[in-house]
Nanobody, 117 residues
């Protein structure tokens, strides 16, 4: 079955950096776009970044442009999110998600990112 496992979250000070990773299995990873979402306490889940199946096309939420970079390694079935210059407003649980795979969207379990002094 499809599985997504995120890692790399943690506590970081404002201005710091983190790199999140999502390991995928159970589907032909290289055939599907992938996305990162986040959900802060009391807020709706929002799209942060998206990458095409081949990695040649990316898009970002305005709030993270210039600070976050999404990438993928189709040989290793992983998608990553490099985050720099983190702000307290970036505090959230971050999730990776597949594009529609046989009619279903799949989510990882999430990884907590906390930006605080």
């Amino acid at each position: 079955q499809v599985q997504l496992v995120e890692s790399g979250g943690g506590l970081v000070q404002p201005g710091g950096s983190l790199r999140l990773s999502c390991a995928a299995s159970g589907f032909t990873f290289s055939s599907y776009a992938m996305s990162w979402y986040r959900q802060a306490p009391g807020k709706e889940r929002e799209l942060v970044a998206r990458i095409s199946s081949g990695g040649g096309s990316t898009s970002y939420a305005d709030s993270v442009k210039g600070r976050f970079t999404i990438s993928r390694d189709n040989a290793k079935n992983t998608v990553s999110l490099q985050m720099i210059n983190l702000r307290p407003a970036d505090t959230a649980v971050y999730y990776c998600r597949t594009a529609s795979v046989r009619g279903n969207y799949y989510w990882g379990q999430g990884t907590q990112v906390t930006v605080s002094t």
